[in-house]
């Protein structure tokens, strides 16, 4: 059974604190994605990877193949940052592009 | 701004109903999945269209379907209607590629009564 699982599945942070959330998966993929949801359920990607690392201002995504592992970094964070962050993966499956979602990881950033 | 869009933005229906949903991708964007997302659960994959053609489709009976447009729009069709089909409808578009970067619509709220 192909799953993806988040952790923590809330977090509550203050302002500036560094936030690492985590994926993991079951089997092989693809390509492993970074999403962020905001109240009102507009998805916004943040990471494509394959392998290695990513940057992008304050967000840093890091995956490890051969643990099957991924994590998302915020660094100085801020209020705006709270929302919900989902990891997918696109297993390696006959449906091109398909993704399997975790439940999502909910930050909440207080000043 | 991802450049696809959906409509309409919410809706409300009653069990036994049919719902029309639409997504319009990006040009150039051949791959659109739909998703359904209930309240607090990850999304789950309903189906897939590459080039006007089903490409997969998941855990959802016969009364989902779906048709893609050689325009790049797409239309979600959910017959007789249930109560637990209430929930966030989302698409996403990509040029193909497993590899490729998915973009997101906005997201349909069905809500059934």
């Known amino acids: 059974k192909n799953e993806v699982e988040q952790s923590p599945q809330n977090l509550t942070a203050q302002e500036g604190e560094f936030i690492t959330i985590n994926c993991s998966y079951s089997?092989?993929?693809?390509?492993l994605h970074w999403l962020q949801q905001h109240p009102g359920g507009g998805i916004v990607s943040l990471f494509m990877?394959?392998?290695g690392k990513k940057k992008h201002g304050r967000l840093i995504a890091t995956i490890n193949i051969q643990e099957k592992h991924s994590s998302l970094h915020i660094t100085a964070s801020h209020p705006r940052d709270s929302a919900v962050y989902i990891c997918?993966?696109?297993?390696?499956?006959?449906?091109?592009?398909?993704?399997?979602f975790g439940t999502g990881t909910r930050l909440q950033v207080t000043l | 701004e991802t450049g696809v869009t959906q409509s309409p933005t919410h809706l409300i229906k009653t069990r036994g109903q049919q719902v029309t949903l639409r997504c319009s991708s990006q040009?150039?964007?051949?791959?659109v999945s739909w998703y359904q997302q209930a309240l607090g659960q990850g999304p789950q994959f309903i189906f897939q269209?590459?080039?006007?053609?089903?490409?997969g489709r998941g855990n959802f009976p016969p009364r989902f379907s779906g048709l893609q447009f050689p325009n790049y729009s797409s239309e979600l069709n959910v017959n007789a209607l249930e109560l637990d089909d209430s929930a966030l409808y989302l698409c996403?578009?990509?040029?193909?590629?497993?590899?490729?970067?998915?973009?997101f619509g906005p997201g349909t709220r069905l809500t059934v009564l």
């Open positions: 996403a578009s990509s040029p193909g590629l497993p590899t490729d970067t998915q973009y």
């Open positions: 089997v092989g993929i693809s390509a």
């Open positions: 990877l394959s392998s």
């Open positions: 997918a993966v696109s297993f390696l499956d006959p449906i091109r592009s398909k993704l399997t």
């Open positions: 040009s150039g964007h051949n791959t």
């Open positions: 269209y590459y080039r006007e053609e089903e490409n």
